[in-house]
């Protein structure tokens, strides 16, 4: 196959950041996303319906001209989140979901529960209107290894929620263990998950083979081989759980390549041309457009896009810039370690 049509994707958890960022990364998304979700973890994070309003139309003055992009709004779930104002958020249309970091799990997460009793009235009231909570999965406590806290997460912490709530819409956002596949594919109804193009890509090896690569390192970290694999599998597979969410998260390069880095990867540039290569490596170009493009609103209640794009599969490899260039200063642009043929062209 050399050329592919498929209904216009969606990008279901993006980071845009604020102010100069903003303005020097919107264009790579919404150049091929028709709508994405919005991460709200800025600083200070987006809390309330009336700051999510506010930022959207920072993003919507930020984007091209002649982009059709959508952002969905989400709301930073705090032990103070007013469950009222969630509502309201909810039946303006103006917000998609809300999203829980636990407390110091990754940027700009300080803000974020630490006690999920104080956190269950806003849940039992998403429950009861049907407005989904995107988790970022992972527990905080020292104790934990780091590789470990998906797992650990699952087991304390979102299982018990999803006993005790278990209408509450879920997404498992950026799974990256074999123990998060498994148990969206265990579950009967109301969870799904998302999947990054980098977790597809690169396993630990790429942060540590070599010397400290720190533009590979990114919060869940990636895992071993072993969940790479079953990532590929659970992406490939056509099961409607699974979509496309890429956390493509900026970082200006001088805050990544130093002491104390940041975790985040920046990939919304060159995103389609390496999953595009992932699919047809894995045989499966059949499946892509159910992963980017049609899952994620089917889990989300909302129609798929009407317009398409294509991809052509060229003979040489595509070159794309290794640094986005933006007011706030130079950003690294995710390298697959391998050379991308396929070719947004329209």
Known sequence: MTELTLRRPDDWHLHLRDGEMLKGVI???????????????????????????AYRERIVAALPAADRFQPLMTLYLTEHTDPDDVEKGKQSGLITAVKL?????????HSGVRDMEKAMPVLERMAKIGLPLCVHGE????EVDIFDREAVFIETVLDPLRRRLPELRITMEHVTTQ??????????????????????IINRN???????????????????????????????????????????????????????GCAGIYSSLNTLSCLAHVFEEEGALDKFEAFTSLNGPAWYGLPANEETITLV???????????????????????PMFPLHWDVVS
């Open 313 to 335: 599969r060229r003979a040489e490899p595509i070159e794309f810039p290794p640094k986005r260039m933006t007011g706030a200063g130079s950003v690294t642009v995710f390298d």
């Open 179 to 200: 123990d998060g596949i498994d148990y969206i594919k265990s579950s009967k109804a109301n969870l799904a998950g998302s999947i990054t193009t980098h977790h597809l």
């Open 27 to 53: 264009a790579d998304s919404s150049r091929h996303f028709a709508r994405a979700i919005i991460m709200p973890n800025l600083v200070p994070p987006v809390v309330t319906t009336e700051d999510a309003a």
């Open 101 to 109: 970091y636990p407390a110091g799990a990754t940027t700009n997460s």
């Open 206 to 260: 790429a942060i540590l083979v070599g010397g400290i690569r720190p533009h590979y390192y990114c919060l869940p970290v990636a895992k071993r081989e072993s969940h790479r694999v079953a990532l590929r599998a659970a992406a490939i597979s056509g099961d409607p759980r699974f979509f496309l969410g890429t956390d493509s998260a900026p970082h200006v390069d001088p805050l990544k390549e130093c002491a104390c």
């Open 139 to 142: 527990v905080t406590s020292p």
